[in-house]
């Protein structure tokens, strides 16, 4: 058996020694050659973001690079810059702009490039056309030419395969990749992926599928803990089947049918080499300057950095441990064949921790230790076997080449600490290696580039090149301990931890998480290791008020992504039940078992929908757009949106003195983003379909040009709508959300909502979005926006929610259930003070002097009160207004001096405005001698945009994120709003015979607060108001035509009642100019309180 090992390995050494990549040769001048090349040649689903790489013979001499090589997509050449690396050997290139997506690409050279000793160096080729050819994935963006490859649903390449330059072995992976993304829900669907043998019977196979990607690994083995080794290998020489069969896409097309033989090759008996990943200098002390750096492109080696704009360039982190290669039998190889390998499901290369901070500067704080936030050790878990090859040089016949590996493989990322394992934990499909392997001084030693590109807090895809160099010692003693070495250090008898969960327990950070759990919120358990995700069905049930709801009978769609298991019950959790989640038998890759306790949690009451007022639901976000209905649009070249409809314009009167209409600019969408519309409640999903929720393109004139194909994803309160094709610069779109009225709230016509024609909410009502109309009525004319598709942005768009602890039904009243435990606000010398705090999602409203009344303040005698009677006991609990909100923004990166052209140390934000309308507020007062009492009704608050400037074109609200005296991140911005109450109700008979002044009116938010990451991964931004004067909001209402002399000549003018005088404020109410009643109120500081939730980090769409 000795023997056998040492002859296997041999020839692998051999072959790898041949390769004298850092030899001298003294011998006459000879034409040079490119020997590396990333990508390689053929290589497909290339990031686009990645640099590319070519290594030569000699090293380069060239002054003409730039003129010299030509990288072009059939049609343009590409502009780059680029950086010789390891004095000339390699030549790292980075495109001035990112690729295109799906793209061909080929790399050449239009003059022979000039080498040391004057030696020319041709276009490099290896296989097909001259030059290298390479090919760029698909974009993750969501929408279908963008994303997908090719005009049909196939499978664009299996690795291995019997045509491939890598054919199959008895211990192979299969890896497809496919042109276009498959349903997440595919196995529900019928879709079937299996390996079979020559008598048909299913192989036993892991099978990963995530996107474009499909893997298939086949484990033999008699437990699960011996998959990837020794005896888990196909039967060589037989006949295999890889087959696919009625595989939905998620854009609604099938793969019907895929099937492939091969005809695995026999690789034992195999050999074990156990290959160190090498330390940079980093883990024992070295700074990044003095760190090891790559020979190919000058990268610190095996040091893993990632590139965002939400974290900013995070690392470089250093991976550490090491890889157990299983070698084929190479005697049983030809030279010029590739040398197949595996390494086993279950590795792990760990990483050190790195700090967490936001774009890079602001760092992040641990809520448990008030420290900043550590990843802990970054480990990545081999899901599959990888599979790879130790092969010939393909671009040179020179025996000093080095030779080429390639290694395909399939992995989880997750942290050690809660808040970014939760961030980033995943699966990441088809990660590929393309390196170079020589034997210095007995050590068998491997460099390679490999690119990951992870989804990062749900929200942006970022990037991290990683240069590995590992090592292996070549002596046959070394080789035989590897394969007990590797056994004993991939031994898993512990199973899968808890990290973290959402919503979390009752004493989770910050106390009220479970109440900011919402209809099509999943749940998310984050576990310390990768899952099984075969031994999820049957394993886990969700209690809902004492039913069991499982995946095996439907009613409840559980995904696993990483550690991560994510949860969602059919139709949604719903509010004011008790639900209890059991985990039982889940298992990870090596069939140890989860033990997690029963983890209970409910979401805020909102009542019996009978017993309770219901309200139409409206949209709290339109991104695109402004969600309200506007008139006068002007689409022309300067055009703008026009003004949201107000109750005072569609009675023809003008707003009150010194007031403007805010006119919307027509806004715009970046090609590769979908339209998301967020709304106020749970929505019917039936009643959004093609019919109702209507996208277009549009002439100037607002006149449809076609029907703008698409998917419509659904979620309970949110819906994202993907063009089939991206949106073209410049053009113009229009997307319509289709309601209309129903009956009407001032005739108490109380007509049910026909959601058969138009969109409407779970409770039946149809959507509103004319609330400055009448934010009672049930429904209204239909919303209408109009946008223009624009460029891709750098930027990373965050949607927030603020989900209020009281009003969670959103029908803008406090109903008797929604209770709370107020606190007495204190001073900062602890002293109480005589109101409470104000609760999330909140707005205190005090009394900023006394009510005047006809030209009577009352004097020194205090004569109103916001929330109860003026004449007796206070009641703090009633001076606050509840507000559900939604808020887009836009996180773009450091603040740039103008001046200095340096960063601040701030991350510039922008927000969307948008509107929210809030619960009532009602005042008291003394009107005649008697308390009265005065409503403001549902308000409407309106963010207002700002002047457009270069680097804000929308004009879209600005925000900064810093660190704060303690440390922690905060979030600052100044909030020019707009409010309205247009059921403004005063005690003075027949409304409309009044005029009020909260039409449009303005005032001005600073606002300040901490942001907070759970260890679940949201986010949390706190904002309260910090104005040196507090907003006031003077509430006036005055006579409003010649009608109204009778009534307020008849209640307001028996002045010698009230107040003993008021004869001219008498005269000049009736003549329309003077006020009725003045209410000053004002916001103090601190009274307003919002807290902002970012989305869960996974979801399960009810509707796909």
């Not at 260890?1015 to 009608?1043: F, L, T």
Request: glycine share 10%.
């Amino acid at each position: 058996m000795k023997y056998n090992k040492t002859l296997a390995l041999i020839p692998a050494v051999l072959l790898a020694a041949c390769g004298g990549d850092e030899q001298s040769i003294n011998e006459p001048a000879k034409p040079g050659s490119v020997v590396y090349s990333y990508p390689a040649d053929g290589q497909g689903e290339v990031s686009p973001k990645a640099d590319l790489v070519l290594r030569f013979s000699h090293a380069l001499s060239d002054d003409d690079i730039g003129g010299k090589i030509r990288i072009s997509d059939g049609e343009n050449n590409i502009d780059f810059s680029s950086e010789p690396v390891d004095q000339g050997r390699s030549l790292k290139i980075s495109p001035d702009e990112r690729l295109s997506p799906g793209t061909e690409y080929t790399v050449e050279f239009s003059e022979e490039l000039e080498a040391e000793g004057g030696r020319p160096i041709p276009t490099p080729n290896a296989i097909g056309p001259d030059g290298i050819q390479f090919t760029t994935r698909g974009e993750f963006s969501g929408i279908a030419a963008l994303d997908e490859l090719g005009s049909g649903f196939t499978v664009a390449e299996m690795i291995p395969s019997e045509n491939n330059t890598f054919r199959p072995m008895n211990f192979s992976t299969f890896r497809l990749r496919l042109t276009r993304a498959v349903h997440p829900e595919w196995k529900g669907r019928g879709g079937v992926i299996e390996l079979t043998d020559s008598n048909g019977d299913t192989v036993p196979a892991t099978v990963l599928v995530n996107g474009r990607y499909i893997t298939i690994d086949p484990c033999i083995a008699d437990s699960p803990e011996q998959c990837g080794r020794e005896d888990d290998v196909l039967e060589a020489g037989e006949t295999y089947t890889v087959s696919i069969r009625n595989l939905p896409g998620i854009n609604g097309d099938t793969l019907e049918e895929f099937s492939e033989e091969v005809t695995p090759r026999d690789t034992s008996p195999t050999v074990v080499l156990f290959q160190e990943v090498i330390d940079s200098g980093l883990n024992a002390g070295a700074d990044e300057d003095s760190a090891r750096r790559s020979r190919l492109n000058g990268e610190i080696i095996n040091g893993v950095t990632l590139n965002s704009v939400l974290q900013g360039i995070a690392g470089p982190s250093q991976q550490t441990g090491g890889l157990f290669a299983e070698l084929a039998y190479a005697p049983s190889f030809e030279a010029d064949e590739p040398l197949p390998l595996r390494v086993p499901k279950g590795s792990v290369l760990n990483s050190s921790s790195l700090d967490v901070r936001i774009n890079g500067t602001v760092p992040i704080i641990d809520p448990e230790t008030g420290q900043i936030q550590k990843t802990g050790n970054i480990k990545v878990t081999m899901l599959s076997d990888a599979t790879g090859y130790l092969m010939p040089n393909p671009y040179t016949d020179d025996q000093n080449a080095p030779r080429h590996v390639r290694l395909f493989m399939d992995v989880s990322m997750n942290t050690e600490e809660a808040q970014p394992n939760a961030s980033l934990s995943q699966d990441l499909l088809g990660v590929e290696l393309s390196g170079i392997a020589i034997v210095e001084d007995g050590v068998l030693t491997i460099d390679a580039i490999g690119m990951v590109e992870p989804n990062l807090l749900g929200q942006e895809f970022t990037d991290s090149t990683i240069a590995f160099r590992i090592e292996a010692a070549t002596d046959s003693e070394s080789a035989l301990d590897a394969a007990d070495q590797r056994d004993d250090e991939l031994a898993d008898t512990t199973g899968p931890q808890l990290v973290s969960w959402m919503p979390g327990p009752e004493d989770a950070l910050p106390d009220t998480r479970q109440d900011m759990q919402r209809p099509g919120d999943p749940v998310v358990l984050n576990f310390d290791e990768p899952l099984d995700e075969d031994s999820i069905e049957g394993n886990v049930t969700l209690d809902e008020d004492g039913v069991p709801l499982t995946i095996e009978d439907g009613t409840l769609s559980a995904e696993v992504d990483g550690t991560v298991l994510v949860l969602n019950p059919e139709g949604g959790l719903e509010h004011g039940v008790d639900y209890t989640v059991n985990i039982g038998g889940v298992t990870d890759l090596a069939g140890n078992a989860a033990s997690v306790p029963a983890l209970n949690f409910s979401l805020p009451e909102t009542g019996d929908p009978d017993a309770v007022t219901q309200r139409s639901p409206f949209a709290l976000t339109t991104y695109p757009g402004f969600p309200c209905v506007t008139t006068d649009v002007n689409l022309g070249e300067d055009g703008d949106h026009g003004y949201c409809k107000d109750k005072l314009s569609e009675e023809g009167s003008d707003l009150p003195e010194d007031r403007e209409r805010d006119r919307l600019p027509i806004t715009t969408l970046p090609a590769d983003r979908p339209i998301v519309v967020v709304f106020s409640q749970s929505m019917d999903l039936e009643t959004i379909n093609d019919s109702t929720f209507i996208v277009e393109e549009v002439d100037d004139s607002g006149n449809s040009v076609e029907t703008v194909a698409g998917r419509i994803e659904k979620n309970n309160q949110r819906v994202r709508f993907y063009p089939e094709k991206p949106w073209d610069e410049g053009k113009l779109y229009k997307y319509t959300l289709v309601s209309a009225q129903f009956g009407d709230p001032e005739t108490e016509d109380e007509s049910a909502a026909d959601c058969t024609s138009v969109i409407c909410g779970e409770n039946g009502k149809a959507f509103a979005a004319s609330h400055l109309l009448s934010p009672t009525a049930n429904g209204s004319e239909s919303l209408e926006i109009f946008f223009r598709g624009d460029a891709q942005l750098d930027t990373v768009f965050t949607p927030l929610r603020n989900l209020p602890i009281r009003d969670a039904n959103s029908n803008y009243e406090i109903d008797d259930f929604e209770t709370f435990d107020f606190e007495f606000a204190e001073n900062p010398e602890g002293v109480e003070q005589d109101h409470y705090v104000t609760p999330p999602n909140a707005s205190r409203l005090a009394m900023a002097g006394n009510a005047t009344v006809l030209g009577n303040d009352g004097g020194e005698e205090r004569n109103a009160r916001v929330g109860c009677d003026y004449s007796g006991d206070d009641c703090p609990e009633e001076k606050f207004i509840y507000q559900t909100y939604g808020l887009n923004t836009e996180v773009v990166g450091p603040e740039i001096d103008p001046e200095t052209g340096e960063e601040t140390g701030r991350v510039k934000v922008l927000l969307y405005p948008t509107l929210l309308v809030t619960s009532p507020a009602t005042v008291f007062y003394n009107l005649a001698g008697k308390p009265s009492e005065s409503s403001t009704g549902p308000q409407v608050l309106r963010m207002r945009y700002q002047e457009k400037t270069e680097d804000n074109p929308l004009g879209l609200v600005e925000g900064y994120i810093s660190e704060g005296e303690d440390g922690q991140p905060q979030f600052e911005t100044e909030a020019r709003l707009m409010l309205d109450a247009p059921n403004l109700h005063l005690p003075l008979g027949e409304l409309n015979l009044l005029a009020h002044n909260l039409f449009s009116y303005p005032f001005t938010l600073d606002l300040e607060g901490d942001i907070q990451f759970f260890d679940d991964g949201r986010m949390q931004i706190e904002q309260r108001n910090i104005n040196k004067e507090n907003p006031a909001i003077d509430v006036v209402v005055a006579g409003s035509s010649d009608e109204s002399t009778t009534l307020v000549g008849l209640v307001s003018c028996l002045g010698g009642v009230f107040t003993g005088s008021g004869t001219d404020s008498c005269d000049e109410l009736i003549e329309g100019e003077g006020s009725a009643v003045k209410l000053p109120l004002e916001i103090p500081y601190h009274g307003l309180y919002l807290n902002f939730i970012s989305n869960p980090i996974k979801e399960i769409p009810a509707e796909y």
